[in-house]
């Protein structure tokens, strides 16, 4: 059984409630399609009903089973328009922008419906960027209890790979912060290590990554690494977790033993924590397109409720696999 469907087979063990609010996009149309006949979720979409429905019929897709909700028909505005202008209205948001907000923006209409706990996640970026999918999120479900900053990750699930949780890795950030500080890798790491946990099951092994293995290297870029490291260790000493590692150091075991023999985590690691989005983004896109990965995300960590991004490239087989890993955060919420 590969990785994702297991994650599928636990996201109908306890069937969640997935908002899609991006409801031009035909990919979300037939990936919806897909979610409730594999029955992994329930599925709300935004947006006119008559509308979807057409769109469902011309790319022959049986939307059987899903709820949708139109912003200006639902009996529930009032109470949506109520709950942005209470969280937002520190921020100067008063009820009639409220109101054309919610009637406007299906993603931020999604998000107050989470807020609302009529949705128990909700999935997007298809067609949107990630900013977008963002910005609501963070202003109105805003952050977990104790996390310091909100971060961006890939599941990778390799064919016939020996390295990693049996293929399996968590790379982050591969899509949010552009250059985290040594303190937001640090935090970075801690986050991912919880993500990987509660997706993938296994114990998380991470390897803070440079283009430096233990000092064979000196710059500024390896120094923040480094102290990533420190910090990691003095601030979440429960990890397991090494660094300045190469990639290679990190994941072959012939290398660690050449590179870094007194590490624990060298030739052992299922977590990477990339330096900056450039290598982040580059490294999860070589990987799938070269080691022909399936690759889920990105998803969001550290937001109090899950809502999770795609990128724009993503196909519906991807928003699948989305939906379902949402699903499975939703569970343990």
């Known amino acids: 059984m590969s990785y994702i469907d297991t994650i599928k087979e636990k996201a109908r063990s306890d069937r969640k409630t997935i908002v899609m609010p991006e409801t031009n996009d ?12 594999e029955g992994i979720a329930n599925i709300i979409m935004v947006g006119n009903e008559e509308k979807i429905m057409d769109g469902a019929g011309w790319l022959e897709v049986d939307l059987t089973g899903v709820t949708v909700i139109d912003p200006n028909k639902t009996d529930k505005l009032d109470e949506y328009v109520e709950i942005l202008y209470e969280t937002r209205k520190a921020k100067g948001m008063t009820m009639e922008k409220a109101r054309e907000i919610l009637l406007s923006d299906p993603l931020t209409f999604g998000v107050v419906m989470v807020k609302a706990n009529d949705a128990d ?11 977008d999918v963002l910005r609501p999120s963070l202003q109105i479900l805003r952050t977990a209890p104790g996390v310091k900053l909100v971060s961006a990750f890939f599941i990778l699930d390799v064919p016939d790979c020996e390295y990693g949780e049996h293929g399996t890795f968590l790379f982050a950030d591969c899509g949010l912060n552009q250059d985290p500080t040594s303190e937001e ?13 509660q997706l993938i099951g296994a114990k998380p092994i991470i390897a803070m990554l440079s283009h430096s293995t233990k000092g064979s290297a000196h710059h500024a870029l390896v120094d ?28 072959v075991p ?8 007194d590490s624990d985590v060298a030739g052992k690691a299922n977590v990477l924590i990339f330096p900056n989005l450039d290598a982040g983004n580059i490294g999860y896109k070589l990987v799938q397109r070269l080691g022909r990965a399936e690759a889920y995300g990105p998803m969001l960590q550290g937001i ?5 991004d795609l ?22 919420v």
Not at 185 to 196: E, G
Not at 254 to 261: D, I, T, Y
Not at 313 to 331: F, H, K, R, Y
Request: include cysteine; proline fraction near 3%.
């Open 304 to 308: 109090a409720r899950p809502v999770n």
């Open 254 to 261: 012939k290398v660690a033993k050449s590179k870094a023999p």
């Open 185 to 197: 890798l640090a935090a970075i790491a801690d986050t991912s290590a919880k993500s990987f946990k």
């Open 224 to 251: 923040k690494v480094v102290k990533a490291v420190e910090i990691a260790h003095e601030e979440y000493p429960n990890l397991t977790l090494d660094g300045e590692l190469q990639t290679d150091a990190a994941l």
């Open 311 to 332: 990128s724009r490239g993503c196909s519906w087989e991807d928003i699948v696999g989305v939906v379902a890993l949402t699903a499975v955060q939703a569970q343990l």
């Open 26 to 37: 035909k990919r979300t149309l037939i990936a919806a399609a897909h979610v409730l006949q």
């Open 121 to 131: 996640g909700m999935v997007a970026g298809a067609c949107h960027a990630t900013a």
